[in-house]
């Protein structure tokens, strides 16, 4: 697995509190994209939570869905 410096989603809203509607409407995007294209390929997450999206830049923001349980 890469390397995600900044950390995952519940250490960032710990750290500096909520997150503004902005970025999260790009996160949600990202986010459902992603499930989409795991749905395509018919495979099921079922662990999404703030500390299994990691946060790879803030600018601009890109998160990644991680923690498959494999």
Do not use: C, W
């Not at 503004?20 to 790009?26: D, G, S």
């Not at 999404?48 to 349980?69: A, E, H, M, Q, Y």
């Amino acid at each position: 697995m890469e390397y995600v410096p900044l950390g995952d989603l519940g250490k960032l809203v710990l750290d500096n509190g909520s997150i503004r509607e902005p970025h999260v409407k790009t996160m949600a995007n990202q986010l459902i994209d992603a499930l989409g294209y795991l749905h395509e390929k018919r495979i099921t997450h079922r662990d999404v939570k703030p500390d299994n999206i990691l946060i790879r830049s803030l600018n601009p923001l890109v998160v990644k869905l991680t923690d498959f349980g494999l």
